[in-house]
């Protein structure tokens, strides 16, 4: 009853915040809340991308940011020389989701423990980041595109509709395709959860000698997994650079750090968890940086601050947390109602 | 009934260095029959199971599924294949219900349909049906035991290969494990590795006694546990 419960208030809460982000907030027509809603939501896809691997398939990627940096620089590269901006972030998808095929295979074909995992992942995205950061000269153009080094390419393409390269999204358009995307990202993810591959997943996450045993080729279905957080972070790396513009930052350890901070402060092996997570954390650093005169106050301490405190106080993360302490009201509620007879009761059982 | 057996081991050799774990073993298990394999600490039991269940690739001989040599094929393939195995610790999905366990292993094999169905039975077998919607973390250890042979079961496999399904079992649960054991036999071959001599008169018709690597005498139950050799490997005199 409570797991029901517990779904229905989830669904509840998911189809309010999507009917406040998709009409309230357009409605109210304020242009740079709109352009931060939109870098929010490309970065909550990408938050998703690992809440997925790492907490339903155990995967703990530290490099996801390398799909999101790449499939950014794909898109941009793409779209300066072809015009039509669509296609170029389908090729950006395609072209993250190829990479997470290609990293996933080495990685679990050569049976490489968790710990090696990480620090692959996350050195393939700092190769990455060295890699976009010494392209600054004239030779390092592709077609038309000049790779920019760590400036990066800040006149990437605006995306378009298929078919209308000359009709570029407006700040609202973007804004709303963004919310659209992360909403049909997290269902996607709920969906791919309870299929027959999602539930073999979680087991090989549970135990991956025991998935063997039972007839599963572990390796297929985490290199599965791997491949669609690949895809989640390619379409992340594209709102992304529709909102900002690509740069090598994309790839640094910052922003591979942060995406695990938004995991485990929002919950790991939920799914929006993460979401909450990384929109708090990212509100939190903003208003950090509109503040003035408290020098003190620099974001990165206060994330690692804010980090800390979570790990000890949640260290379950906000939203198990969050459904622990929904869950005990309830049983209180319950309780309370058992030790109160209801007075019609008391009626019949009167001889 | 068909020639060719279910399972045949031949000459099975397994080295990890200079140790020989298993020692040119020779085995054949014919279609629906139970088999205990006895023996002391060490005397390569175990590592007899994780060659045939492909775990472990053995360092010399053949084992044949049907005919078929099954040698350097992942443990996954070899599931598929109809081997079900019982690990000697239990080795469960701890983070799951028991339903969603058994569904996990029904699904590996079978068409959706046909697995729902086999769930329910599975537990049915397993008399576990009233603890379904328990986590398998927060059930005691004869509980997971029965839950890892729910998940083999629900597979319906042509072999199962039971390591000490009765270690860590109440005497009434292992008195039910025994019913359930020769019940699984009508269905499927069965391979039982265990050390409690009462459960194995209670189940076994024919044993196979391993010492040191290799078999040391195999026959009926009866037979084999009183012949004098056995008796000695197991009170720890040399056999010689």
């Known amino acids: 009853m409570s797991i029901v419960l517990r779904a229905a208030a989830g669904y509840c809460v998911v189809a309010l915040a999507s009917f406040y982000a998709l009409v309230l907030v357009p409605q109210g027509g304020d242009v740079t809340v709109m352009i931060n809603g939109a870098i929010y939501s490309s970065y909550a896809i ?35 020389n072809i015009g039509d901006t669509a296609i170029a972030a389908l090729l950006a998808i395609g072209g993250s989701a190829a990479f997470a095929l290609v990293v ?93 591959f999602g539930r073999a997943a979680i087991a090989i996450r549970e135990n991956p000698a025991r998935a063997e045993l039972l007839g599963y080729d572990t390796r297929l279905y985490k290199l599965g997994v791997f491949t669609l957080g690949g895809i989640l972070a390619g379409v992340s790396g594209v709102l992304f650079a ?73 260290p379950r993360g906000l939203l198990p947390t969050a459904a622990m302490i929904g869950d005990a009201a309830l049983a209180g509620i319950r309780r309370m109602r058992e030790r109160r007879p209801s007075p019609v009761q008391t009626v019949e059982e009167r001889p | 009934m068909s020639i060719v057996p279910l ?93 969603a366990s058994v569904r996990v292993a029904a699904d590996a094999v079978l068409p959706p349909l046909l697995a729902r169905r086999r769930i329910d039975e599975a537990l049915e077998r397993m008399r576990i049906t009233h603890l379904a919607d328990q986590l398998v973390v927060r059930l005691a250890h004869g509980q997971r035991q029965l839950v890892e042979l729910a998940m083999v079961v629900a597979q319906r496999p ?52 391993f010492n040191q690597g290799k078999v040391l005498t195999e026959g009926p139950a009866a037979q084999a546990l009183t012949d004098p050799r056995v008796l000695d490997v197991y009170l720890g005199r040399d056999a010689a």
């Open chain 1, 46 to 80: 990408l938050a998703l991308s690992l809440a997925l691997i790492w907490g339903y398939a155990g995967i703990l990627s530290f490099g996801q940011a390398a799909f999101f940096g790449l499939a950014g620089y794909i898109y941009a590269v793409a779209g300066l």
């Open chain 1, 104 to 196: 996933g295979y080495f990685v679990f074909w050569g049976r490489l423990s968790d710990v090696y995992l990480g620090v692959i992942t996350l050195t393939v995205s700092l190769i990455l980041y060295r890699f976009i950061n010494q392209t600054a000269g004239e030779e390092w153009t592709i077609g038309v595109a000049p790779l920019g080094g760590f400036n990066g390419i800040p006149a990437t393409p605006i995306l378009t509709w298929f078919g209308r390269p000359d009709e570029p999204l407006m700040p609202e358009q973007i804004y709303l395709l963004s919310v659209g995307a992360l909403i049909l990202c997290y269902l996607l993810c709920r969906l791919v959860i309870i299929t027959r």
């Open chain 1, 242 to 314: 529709n909102s900002v513009f690509v740069s090598p930052t994309m790839f640094n350890l910052q922003s591979n750090g942060q995406i695990i901070i938004w995991v485990i402060v929002g919950g790991l092996g939920t799914l929006a968890g993460p979401v909450i997570g990384c929109f708090l954390m990212l509100a939190l650093s903003t208003w950090l940086g509109t503040l003035e005169g408290v020098a003190w106050a620099d974001p990165n301490l206060v994330m690692g601050v804010a980090l800390t405190l979570c790990v000890v106080g949640l």
């Open chain 2, 7 to 99: 399972l045949e081991a031949e000459n099975l050799v397994m080295r990890f260095g200079g140790v020989v774990a298993v020692n040119g073993v020779s085995m054949s298990i014919g279609e629906g029959e139970l088999r205990c394999l006895v023996g002391p600490n060490g005397a390569g039991k175990s590592t007899f199971f994780k060659m045939l269940s492909g775990q472990l690739r053995p360092s010399a001989g053949d084992v044949r599924l049907r005919g078929r040599s099954i040698v350097g094929y992942p443990a996954a393939r070899i599931a598929r294949l109809g081997v079900g195995v019982k690990t000697q610790v239990p080795s469960v999905f701890d983070g799951l219900s028991v339903r």
């Open chain 2, 158 to 209: 042509d072999l199962i290969l039971l390591d000490e399904p009765a270690a860590g079992m109440t005497g009434e649960e292992v008195e039910r494990l025994g019913d359930l054991i020769v019940e699984l036999a009508r269905s499927s071959s069965v391979i039982v590795v265990e050390h409690d001599m009462d459960f194995i008169r209670r189940i076994a018709r024919t044993v196979t006694v």
